[in-house]
């Protein structure tokens, strides 16, 4: 069946870098593209952007420019989500998506990570 | 950026209560409108696509309807488990995709 697993969680110091993975299987994992989703403690979901699992181009929403980097290894059918210079904000549960087959709806999802940053 | 609002932000309602959500866009967006389910501590779930189909698996009881601006989510029946925050989501070619703030259902 098509399924994302996603990478535990981890606990970073402010300042540092973190790098989350979402491994698909069941599925062409290049012929849909792959969200990011941010959920921040008892808040509510924010879309980060996509990839193109194709070209490897990302796309990144307001707000998820610089820090933020979206990557691929088609090899093993994985997607990353990079964040560099962590903040204490940046602490919440970080989810992959796929795109869905008929459009752009999110089906399935990630079991999520949660990224925490404290010092 | 299409703004997506929902209402009510909560809601408590007795099993076998009919419930309803709804959902407005700041601006038209056809039918490209989303539900998904969250359970506490789980990931979102997708019920209903494009505003009125419901997703392979997912039981009857829930319903979508609406276009344009104005979208309105139903459950027909509550049932224990329908405990969770539903969000709607849209899509926009050019601004890609915006959830609403969510609406948490409780038990009565």
């Known amino acids: 069946q098509v399924q994302l697993v996603q990478s535990g969680s981890e606990l970073k110091k402010p300042g540092a870098s973190v790098k989350v993975s979402c491994k698909a299987s069941g599925y062409t994992f290049t012929s849909y593209a792959m969200n990011w989703v941010r959920q921040a403690p008892g808040q509510g979901l924010e879309w980060m952007g996509w990839i193109n699992t194709n070209t490897g181009n990302p796309t990144y929403a307001q707000g998820f420019t610089g820090r933020f980097v979206f990557s691929l290894d088609t090899s093993v059918s994985t997607a990353y989500l990079q964040i560099s210079s962590l903040k204490a904000e940046d602490t919440a549960v970080y989810y992959c998506?796929?795109?869905?087959?008929?459009?752009?709806?999110?089906?399935?999802w990630g079991q999520g990570t949660l990224v925490t940053v404290s010092s | 950026d299409i703004q997506m609002t929902q209402s009510p932000s909560s809601l408590s309602a007795s099993v076998g209560d009919r419930v309803t959500i709804t959902c407005q866009a700041s601006?038209?967006?056809?039918?490209?409108l989303n539900w998904y389910q969250q359970k506490p501590g789980k990931a979102p779930k997708l019920l209903i696509y494009d505003a009125s189909n419901l997703e392979t698996g997912v039981p009857s009881r829930f319903s979508g309807s609406g276009s344009g601006t104005d979208f309105t989510f139903t459950i027909s029946s509550l049932q224990p488990e329908d405990i969770a925050t539903y969000y709607c989501?849209?899509?926009?070619?050019?601004?890609?995709?915006?959830f609403g703030p969510g609406t948490k259902v409780d038990i009565k």
């Open positions: 601006q038209d967006i056809s039918n490209y």
């Open positions: 998506a796929r795109e869905g087959p008929l459009g752009q709806w999110l089906v399935p």
């Open positions: 989501q849209q899509y926009d070619n050019l601004l890609g995709i915006t």
